[in-house]
């Protein structure tokens, strides 16, 4: 499933492309699961870690011999964005949702670089 949905889209990240994954349903239908899974078990990751592993992967090729990597971890429920790489007890965690406004500016980013 993973080589057949996301590896596409993780070649176009490394061609220079912005992207989002992005789960929806019910509650309880398995989104978290299917985006975390477990990372302990290799053959139980979700789409996060296995995603992450394989950019780092592909990064070692010499051809990325200098390159960053940005990522941001945002939730929407009930209309109201969360940062999940923030505490959730932090007001500047809680974003609110406006129609056709892009609304993340504030979110934190984790970077990964190298020279």
């Known amino acids: 499933m993973f080589d057949s949905t996301l590896k596409p889209v993780i070649k176009d990240v490394l061609n220079g492309y912005e992207s989002t994954v992005f789960a929806y349903g019910q509650t309880g239908t398995g989104k978290t699961h299917t985006m975390e899974g477990s990372i302990h078990e290799e053959e139980h990751r979700g789409i996060i870690p296995r995603s992450a592993a394989s ?28 940062d999940l790489f923030v505490d959730n007890s932090s007001i500047a965690a809680k974003k609110e949702v406006r129609q056709g406004e892009r609304r993340t500016e504030g979110a934190k980013r984790q970077q990964h670089t190298t020279n």
């Open 55 to 82: 950019i780092f992967e592909q990064l070692k090729d010499p051809k990325y011999s200098e390159h960053k990597v940005t990522v941001q971890y945002l939730e929407i429920y009930n209309e109201e964005l969360s």
